[in-house]
């Protein structure tokens, strides 16, 4: 498989765990530029932005049962992002 084609199963497959859930904000393929201080940074597969604990706790439940990476970013003004792609799931 090509690396595009292995970046949409991945993709497909977290439309399916995040979609239609309690956590908040969630985009796809969200550049975090978007959300970073200096305006830098490629695209995360998954971004969620949660509003309330019970959304933090519905999202961590997620991520520990299918093993995802989880980087949080608070309001991303002390953190560097590279302009590739995150294989992570930021939470601001």
Known sequence: RSKN????IILHTYRKLF??????????SEP????????LGGAADVFVRPHT????????????AHEIPL??????SNVIVGNTSSRNVPDV
């Open 53 to 64: 604990v019970d959304e933090i706790r519905t999202l961590v439940e997620i991520i520990r």
């Open 71 to 76: 980087t949080v970013l608070g309001y991303g």
């Open 19 to 28: 979609e239609n859930k309690a956590l908040g904000m969630v985009q796809f």
């Open 32 to 39: 975090l530029k978007n959300h970073t201080y200096t305006k």
């Open 5 to 8: 084609e292995e970046y949409m």
